[in-house]
């Protein structure tokens, strides 16, 4: 069975980080592309950063570059995402997705609220 288990969300005030976890199991985690997206109430979903199966490629969204970092770890089959400088408009509902060719694995979301 395949499960996608994001943890670490939470809120914190502007400014200030945390850093988010996505243990994966029930698949082959080290062929998989691995993806964070994140839901605003209201807004669609957007992709905030992406990661190749071996961790040589990433990707971010403009609005996160230099404040985001995705990494992964195929050992421990999990993808993290450093969120640093955090910004009101950076709350939302933070989703793990594992791509490969067409299969889409997508976790259940752990809420971020950036507030003072």
């Known amino acids: 069975q395949v499960q996608l288990v994001e943890s670490g969300g939470g809120s914190v005030q502007p400014g200030g980080s945390l850093r988010l976890s996505c243990a994966a199991s029930g698949f082959t985690f080290s062929v998989y592309s691995m993806r964070w997206y994140r839901q605003a109430p209201g807004k669609e979903r957007e992709l905030v950063a992406g990661i190749s199966p071996t961790g040589g490629n990433t990707n971010y969204a403009d609005n996160v570059k230099g404040r985001f970092t995705i990494s992964r770890d195929n050992v421990k089959n999990t993808v993290y995402l450093q969120m640093n400088s955090l910004k009101p408009e950076d709350t939302a509902v933070y989703y793990c997705?594992?791509?490969?060719?067409?299969?889409?694995?997508w976790g259940q979301g752990t809420q971020v609220t950036v507030s003072s």
């Open positions: 997705n594992g791509h490969r060719f067409t299969v889409d694995y």
